[in-house]
């Protein structure tokens, strides 16, 4: 090595670049115009961040530190390239939990060191312990996330005495470890014991969880993969780890939280509740009929409207309709008709989900518009137009103090002159609750795949002269 090369100092200025580069991407993703720039930014951040670690001072096998990063790369780009838009939150959620495993094998190696007698300050040992139990939840909880979102659970698990068993897992984890930094027993056995306790807790959070509660869910382990990886840096004297793993784990926080929020939940309703469960009850007795009306009719009616408003939700993603439904905007605009599109904070199975697939198909982002921009504009829309959304629209929100989802901020689409309903049949949402908008005197039911639905109205849209 050259004399007078400080690879120290070259490698504190890069993480300083790194953070920077970091927060500078993360702001410019708050805003879907220059989100796929700040993508880009905080991805250049990231290369720096790990190409400036080969200079890091002690570092050995780079052979398989090279290895990781060529076989990580090319799975990451081959998943990335072959993944549906609509499987998309499947892949947050994994992608999130092996961030969150991360954290929890560099924990595991640390404290495996200190297992074997090699001294590690108390503070080192304790937040090695604290950022490997987040990790590890983080790990199991987001893996079991994507199960569910996948559909290979399709079921959740509930059993008398489970909020006991989380309380249990957790105490004895933290016990466990405490031992284990103290040094009053840290042979392997209680180390892996650490593990093995935070990874059930995991497990058995996330199992009672139903899909309607997902969004929140991914949010939550978004925000304590961020903090095991913050937890970890401090352990490895990592300035970059710290940073990235403080901004995801704010933003993450922050999310959770407005998540819930637009939910009317506390975080800790949504881990240890059962609203969420496909197939639950109804809220409450719903009076009347659905009414239903063709394609034809739809279209007549709102080529004529002078206001169009669209509310997308999971039904759209899982019917692949977003393109045939901007085909459909697209004729109407052209008639001279005003569009726009309805976004609810928690609509579909992940946070910004109905912005990614609207996205994708070619929606300008200045038709879009979110609860609070867009709640007033209903009354003077002449048709909201709702495609696989349901508790977002439910009315019973603002009435029925029985209900699961009372207090919760929905979307005001029962104030427009006429709804129109695309669903496939008529049984309740993925909550389980019975949705009173679709018996409204004003709303009407299109039953239908939703992609077939929209391509029948563009079909009647364009035979109106």
Request: hydrophobic residues 55%; aromatic residues 8%; glycine residues 10%.
């Amino acid at each position: 090595m050259p004399t007078g090369f400080d690879a120290s100092f070259i490698v504190q200025a890069s993480y300083f670049v790194t953070a920077a580069l970091f927060i500078m991407g993360l702001k410019r993703m708050s805003s879907p115009v220059t989100a796929r720039s700040g993508i880009l930014w905080a991805g250049a951040g990231m290369v720096v961040a790990t190409l400036v670690t080969f200079l890091y001072p002690g570092m050995a096998n780079y052979e398989l530190i090279i290895a990781a990063i060529v076989i990580g790369s090319l799975l990451a780009w081959w998943s990335g390239k072959r993944v549906a838009m609509t499987d998309m939150p499947q892949m947050i959620a994994l992608y999130n939990g092996m961030g969150g495993g991360a954290a929890a094998a560099i924990a595991a190696v640390e404290l495996y060191k200190h297992s074997q007698g090699e001294a590690h300050a108390l503070t080192i040992s304790i937040l090695a312990v604290i950022g490997g139990i987040i990790g590890a939840v983080s790990f199991s909880g987001s893996l079991i996330a994507w199960a569910k979102l996948d559909g290979k659970i399709n079921k959740t698990l509930r059993f008398g005495g489970q909020k006991l068993l989380n309380m249990a897992l957790l105490v004895g984890a933290l016990v466990i470890g405490g031992m284990v930094a103290l040094h009053l027993n840290a042979s392997p056995l209680f180390v892996t014991l650490i593990f093995v306790l935070a990874l059930l807790l995991g497990i058995s959070m996330t199992l009672p969880i139903g899909g309607a509660d997902m969004p929140v869910v991914i949010s939550l382990y978004n925000a304590l993969t961020g903090l095991a990886v913050a937890f970890e840096g401090f352990v490895l004297n990592n300035a970059a780890m710290i940073i990235a793993g403080t901004v995801v784990g704010s933003a993450g926080t922050l999310l959770t939280q407005l998540m819930a929020k637009a939910m009317n939940r506390s975080i800790a309703n949504v881990l240890f509740s059962n609203f969420g469960e496909s197939g639950g009850a109804a809220s409450g007795p719903v009076t009347g009929s659905m009414k239903s009306i063709e394609a034809t009719d739809v279209g007549v009616m709102m080529a004529f409207a002078e206001k169009v408003i669209v509310v997308p939700g999971y039904g759209m993603a899982v019917a692949q309709a977003q393109h045939k439904v901007w085909e459909m905007c697209q004729l109407l605009i052209e008639r001279g008709v005003n569009v726009k599109f309805a976004i609810h904070p928690v609509a579909g199975r992940m946070p910004g989900h109905m912005n990614v697939l609207l996205a994708e198909a070619g929606v300008p982002y200045d038709l879009i518009a979110d609860l609070d921009e867009i709640n007033a504009e209903f009354e003077t829309a002449d048709v909201a137009l709702i495609i696989g959304a349901n508790d977002v629209v439910n009315p019973v929100a603002r009435t029925d103090k029985s209900s699961p989802i009372y207090g919760m901020p929905i979307l005001n689409a029962d104030k427009a002159k006429n709804v129109i309903v695309i669903k496939r049949g008529q049984g309740a949402g993925f909550s389980g609750i019975e949705n009173a908008l679709f018996f409204l005197d004003n709303t009407r039911m299109l039953y239908g795949d939703g992609q077939k639905a929209a391509a029948e109205l563009i079909a009647a849209v364009k035979a109106v002269d």
